[in-house]
Nanobody, 116 residues
Framework: QVQVEESGGGLASAGGSLRLSCEAS????????MGWYRQFPGKERELVAR????????YYADNIKGRFTIDRDNIKNAVYLQMNSLSIEDTALYYC?????????WGQGTRVAVSS
């Protein structure tokens, strides 16, 4: 059993920054594949960024490239999403996931709200 917990969401002004954190705990392997999704109101979750256990980034969504970066700390089994140059269009619920032994585990989500 793996537990996933996000933190770091909140309010930001357009042009500002937030750093989201996610930690996986419990009965995990040492090679978790982790990433971030976000969900806009009335829409399905969409992938923002993901990376492998060794830190190799495998995906960035086109609309966040150059503004968001994903990185991880394997000692903590944590993954981070640094969000810069935020815009109103980034307002969403952000979800972290961890893939372990063929099973996907989700966090509860953390809310990001960007105002003008």
């Amino acid at each position: 059993q793996v537990q996933v917990e996000e933190s770091g969401g909140g309010l930001a002004s357009a042009g500002g920054s937030l750093r989201l954190s996610c930690e996986a705990s419990g009965r995990t392997s040492s090679m978790l594949r982790m990433g971030w999704y976000r969900q806009f109101p009335g829409k399905e979750r969409e992938l923002v960024a993901r990376l492998w256990w060794n830190g190799n980034v495998t995906y960035y969504a086109d609309n966040i490239k150059g503004r968001f970066t994903i990185d991880r700390d394997n000692i903590k089994n944590a993954v981070y999403l640094q969000m810069n140059s935020l815009s109103i269009e980034d307002t969403a619920l952000y979800y972290c996931y961890a893939d372990d032994a063929g099973v996907r585990y989700w966090g509860q989500g953390t809310r990001v709200a960007v105002s003008s």
